[in-house]
């Protein structure tokens, strides 16, 4: 394990720890779980933006997609514990 040195400004020193007494952790530890919760967010951001662009490609070779009214009827039926056949991607537009 590695020994990181980071500055904080006393304001926010103070913040931190009276967060950290309010979940019940040490400073330490809040710090930790903060930084590990964002990292693990900008790791899903990235994995969401690899499949919109993979998706997005797609789109633009195939002209296909789900239409809007399709995609809400579906989700509708899943909310609702349905097991409802996924909609077909079909060339939209005029």
């Given amino acids: 394990m590695s020994t990181t040195t980071i500055r904080?400004?006393?304001?926010?020193?103070?913040?931190?720890?009276?967060?950290?007494a309010r979940s019940g952790k040490s400073s330490h530890a809040f710090i930790l779980d903060a930084l590990s919760?964002?990292?693990?967010?900008?790791?899903?951001?990235?994995?969401?933006?690899?499949?919109?662009?993979?998706r997005w490609?797609?789109?633009?070779?195939?002209?296909?997609?789900?239409a809007w009214e399709?995609?809400?009827?579906?989700?509708?039926?899943?909310?609702?514990g349905q097991k409802p056949r996924r909609p077909l991607a079909r060339r939209l537009g005029p």
């Fill in 8 to 20: 904080l400004a006393d304001e926010l020193k103070a913040r931190i720890a009276a967060a950290a």
């Fill in 37 to 54: 919760d964002m990292v693990e967010r900008s790791e899903l951001d990235e994995e969401l933006h690899r499949i919109a662009d993979k």
């Fill in 57 to 66: 490609a797609a789109l633009q070779r195939t002209g296909e997609s789900v």
């Fill in 70 to 80: 399709d995609a809400a009827a579906y989700l509708k039926a899943r909310a609702a």
